[in-house]
């Protein structure tokens, strides 16, 4: 076991430096001879997916666990903060995953390593499945901008099968990250409203952090339609206000009353997205932070939107009147 993990190690550190080398696609043939005909189940299944530059990175492991009862490890760089995720499986799902095995014909693509050397970034994957209790045989395939025959579609299902038990260990650590809090004192806030369609046309961009943390501690853009909280057209400030000035305990309160940790990585669009407002937000504290967007609002939204609009309009007056803010050109 610890041999053929060690080998997929080396061949996804192999893959990698092919990709940079230009290697050519070496194809080769299933030297194990394995057919549907063997009917061997799966009892381990690996699989990668690189996204590379600005996309995801993900693993999928499918193995036995100590008791003799199959696991699914998930583990995602768009959640590095979750660690590896652990979830037992059932019968059910294990003949899902041998159905997929058998619909793709997987064994054909025992040995199959493809480069593309012609295109810089793109995605790669590597793909490890040991089939019997014995794990008496191997198929190992990886790519890097090139992939075996029907290899998209494979993707497509196999990412629907797995699907609703990310999305069931993700909602539980989202929901370990809330009971957890956050601690320390509020640093920085990023809160941005975009209307769309029916919902208005203002746009207000907020980035705010206590002095010293950024170049600047007062950034804001805002764009006026509806005159409701500035005066109608377009207004920006970018100024270096001291903390005092920028009243993070009435923003740390806001946070507070409107329960904001519950939002903790809160992700949802609306049905008729392109009639809503799109917002999203940042606080930032000196251990934990809360990130959220979308245009299905959560709970408190209008409250919390009110409050910090407020808040804001608060702290450009007392600005203006005492820290000669005044709007940049």
């Not at 975009?194 to 208005?200: D, E, R, W």
């Not at 920006?236 to 009243?247: H, I, K, M, N, S």
């Not at 979308?294 to 608060?314: C, M």
């Amino acid at each position: 076991m610890l041999k053929n993990k060690l080998k997929l190690l080396i061949m996804g550190l192999l893959t990698t430096l092919f990709s940079f080398l230009g290697c050519k696609n070496q194809a080769q043939p299933n030297s194990q001879n394995i057919s549907p005909k063997d009917n061997l189940p799966i009892s381990y299944f690996n699989y990668h997916y690189d996204g590379t530059i600005g996309r995801n990175n993900y693993n999928y492991i499918v193995e036995k666990n100590d008791n003799g009862k199959f696991q699914f490890k998930y583990e995602s760089l768009e959640y590095r903060e979750y660690g590896e995720m652990i979830l037992e499986l059932d019968v059910n799902f294990m003949n899902q995953l041998n159905k997929l095995y058998n619909d793709f014909q997987l064994w054909k693509w025992d040995g199959f390593k493809g480069v593309n050397s012609n295109v810089c970034d793109g995605s790669g994957f590597s793909l490890a499945i040991y089939l019997g209790d014995n794990q008496s045989k191997t198929i190992y395939a990886s790519g890097h901008n090139k992939t075996p025959n029907n290899y998209r579609d494979f993707k497509i299902q196999m990412d629907s099968i797995f699907k609703p038990f990310v999305n069931k260990m993700l909602e539980q650590k989202r929901l370990e990250m809330i009971n957890k809090g956050v601690s320390g004192e509020l640093e920085m806030i990023m809160v941005n409203f975009i209307q769309h369609g029916k919902s208005g046309m203002d746009e207000y961009h907020i980035l705010v952090a206590k002095q010293g943390i950024r170049t600047t501690s007062f950034d804001i853009t805002i764009k006026s339609i509806s005159g409701e909280y500035f005066e109608k057209g377009n207004h920006r400030f970018y100024y270096d206000l001291p903390t005092e000035a920028l009243d993070f305990p009435k923003l740390t309160q806001i946070f507070n009353d409107n329960k904001i940790i519950n939002w903790y990585n809160y992700e949802k669009s609306a049905e008729d997205y392109n009639n809503e407002e799109w917002f999203q937000i940042q606080f930032l504290f000196e251990e934990g932070k809360v990130d959220a967007f979308g245009t299905l609002h959560p709970e408190n939204y209008d409250n919390f939107r009110k409050e910090i609009l407020s808040w804001l309009v608060a702290v450009v007056n007392n600005g203006k009147e005492n820290y000669n803010l005044s709007e940049s050109k």
